[in-house]
């Protein structure tokens, strides 16, 4: 919840439901992170994603900051959607992620 609550989400409604949605995660003075855009798979292509990103963007932009995302490099469908809203690949980089093979209070 606490983190919940330092973060501005936007949301796409159908019947409802929450079919899609993204968030600005995190503040700097010059820079806004966008993350947690999801949309539902029998949703998807209907200009959701590009909804919830671009109202997160506006936020961000319009405070004087720069936005910025992280995707993945092989997903094709969000960055199709995140060149639409104007954003551009800067660089990219190698995650390393560890995978303990006995539990960390061992």
Same mark, same amino acid.
């Given at each position: 919840?606490?983190?919940?609550?330092?973060? $501005?989400?936007?949301?796409?409604?159908?019947?409802?439901?929450? @079919? +899609?949605? &993204? *968030?600005?995660?995190?503040?700097?003075? =010059?820079?806004?992170?966008?993350?947690?855009?999801?949309?539902?798979?029998?949703?998807?292509?209907?200009?959701?994603? $590009?909804?919830?990103?671009?109202?997160?963007?506006?936020?961000? @932009? +319009?405070? &004087? *900051?720069?936005?910025?995302?992280?995707? =993945?490099?092989?997903?094709?469908?969000?960055?199709?959607?995140?060149?639409?809203?104007?954003?551009?690949?800067?660089? $990219?980089?190698?995650?390393?992620?560890?995978?303990?093979?006995t539990p960390l209070d061992q």
């Amino acid at each position: 919840r606490e983190k919940l609550a330092k973060r $501005t989400y936007y949301g796409v409604f159908v019947d409802g439901k929450l @079919v +899609s949605a &993204g *968030a600005v995660c995190a503040r700097l003075p =010059e820079l806004g992170l966008i993350c947690d855009v999801y949309t539902r798979e029998e949703y998807r292509r209907r200009g959701y994603a $590009t909804a919830v990103t671009s109202a997160a963007t506006r936020r961000v @932009v +319009s405070s &004087g *900051a720069m936005a910025f995302l992280c995707v =993945e490099e092989g997903n094709e469908e969000a960055i199709r959607v995140y060149r639409k809203i104007g954003y551009s690949i800067l660089r $990219t980089r190698p995650w390393i992620i560890a995978k303990p093979s006995t539990p960390l209070d061992q």
